[in-house]
């Protein structure tokens, strides 16, 4: 796996979904692959697999990785490594959620594979020598997703983007101070921003627009 040229590309879109009802979630992803602008999507259905059978978190899986394949978005999936096997996508690994390095082994080289790794350099490090495609690090500012979760000190984000290995910046981004986040960094490369609420909380109406104005602030980054 080759490692990008990470000082001359903008962050790429990387979107979470969250627990609307699969019809207005659908919707939603719709409107917003269709602009062109989300790199990845990562399936995060918290609510869904507390609150219904396996038969109906597959089908619902299976609506989402259709419509990503319809746009050509790589389908992330959250924690679930049996789930992202079974639909031959890439899967984001929390700390206690199993190996990177038997994730890559069962999946192959070809699907993306990320890693939270909080605010801890040693295990940015750990997930690129273990096969993870990003290491994923935040929250970068007070998130909605995650209200509990420490700010990560803007030192460590700086050091992690020199380690010449992706860098996935998670948690409370949002338009009004992605431009913020990019001075307190100084330069630093960074790959992906992960955004969550501030598109997918948007109404179906609207979520267009929001999208395609992410699109812009990250080109001009």
Not at 59 to 88: P, Q, R, T, W
Request: with cysteine; proline share 3%; aromatic share 6%.
């Amino acid at each position: 796996m080759t490692t990008p040229n990470l000082k001359k590309q903008p962050p790429k879109l990387y979107l979470l979904t969250n627990d609307d009802d699969i019809a207005t979630l659908i919707d939603k992803l719709e409107r917003v692959l269709a602009t062109g602008v989300v790199s990845l999507l990562q399936i995060r259905r918290k609510a869904t697999l507390k609150q219904y059978d396996l038969a109906t978190v597959y089908k619902e899986a299976e609506l989402i990785v259709s419509l990503a394949n319809d746009y050509d978005v790589d389908i992330i999936m959250n924690d679930d490594l049996e789930l992202a096997s079974h639909f031959g996508t890439g899967l984001h690994l929390g700390q206690r959620d199993g190996s990177v390095r038997v994730a890559r082994e069962i999946l192959g080289d070809d699907v993306v594979i990320g890693r939270t790794c909080h605010a801890d350099i040693a295990l940015f490090k750990e997930a690129r020598r273990e096969g993870a495609t990003y290491g994923a690090m935040g929250t970068a500012f007070a998130s909605i997703t995650k209200p509990r979760a420490s700010i990560v000190p803007r030192q460590i984000l700086a050091k992690a983007a020199g380690v010449d290995f992706p860098l996935c910046v998670i948690g409370g981004i949002a338009l009004d101070n992605i431009y913020q986040l990019r001075d307190e960094l100084e330069g630093a490369p960074v790959s992906y921003i992960a955004v969550t609420a501030d598109i997918m909380g948007h109404s179906v109406d609207t979520i267009e627009q929001k999208c395609l104005a992410w699109g812009q602030k990250l080109a001009a980054w």
